[in-house]
């Protein structure tokens, strides 16, 4: 079992930029693909980014692509997603999300991820 916690949302103008953390537990970080998943208000959760177990590849949505980023460091059990450029559509519950295993594929798709975190709130304001 993998456990995952999100902090770092908060409120923000539009405009300005926030970083979100996620820190895990309970099995080899470095096994795990890790992502961030979103969910605005009365919309469906959806894929924001997505970064491979070893760190060296990186995808992203493309509403996103170019104003946020994803790391991880695999020594701190811990993913990044630093968020510049926010617009008010970028206000939602993101959530931490993991899969086992070494996998190899970029995956988009919420319904293939093992693991979610409770998420934490970004608020952008106009």
Known sequence: QVQLVESGGGLVQAGGSLRLSCI????????????????????????????SWSGGRTYYADSVKGRFAISRDNAKNTVLLQMDSLKPEDTALYYCVARN??????????????????????????
Do not use: H
């Open 24 to 51: 895990t537990s309970g099995r080899t970080f470095s096994s795990l693909g890790m992502g961030w998943f979103r969910q605005a208000p009365g919309k469906e959760r959806e894929f924001v980014a997505g970064i």
């Open 101 to 126: 295993g070494y996998p190899t594929n970029d995956e988009r798709s919420a319904d293939r991820m093992d693991y979610w975190g409770k998420g934490t709130l970004v608020t952008v304001s106009s």
